[in-house]
């Protein structure tokens, strides 16, 4: 089975220190499980670049997919993804800051 390249912003790796954060206040177990399908999903993304919809209502090229009640974007690069931003489903995704 091929590996794609996972590459994955700054930002995206901030993302996901705070999301990290916020859950394991309550319950590090389930931060823990989060974060790893989180990465589990980003690894798929990287074999498989087109399986997220396009979101050019965000931004050109950028492209999307769901794990649980967050949302990875993502953009396709040679021979895999860049993760650009993991955050929660429910923010304004067209008006969220990439950088």
């Not at 997919?65 to 974007?73: D, Q």
């Amino acid at each position: 089975m091929p590996v794609g390249r996972l590459i994955r912003t700054a930002r995206a790796e901030e993302d996901l220190i705070e999301i990290w954060l916020y859950i394991a206040t309550d319950n590090p177990v389930a931060a823990e499980e989060l974060v790893d399908r989180i990465d589990a999903k980003c690894q798929m993304l990287a074999d498989n670049p087109k399986l997220g919809p396009a979101r050019p209502d965000i931004a050109p090229e950028l492209r999307y997919s769901p794990v649980g009640r967050y949302v990875i974007l993502y953009r396709e690069i040679p021979g895999g993804v860049e993760v650009v931003r993991v955050v929660h489903g429910s923010r304004d995704l067209p008006g969220i800051e990439l950088s």
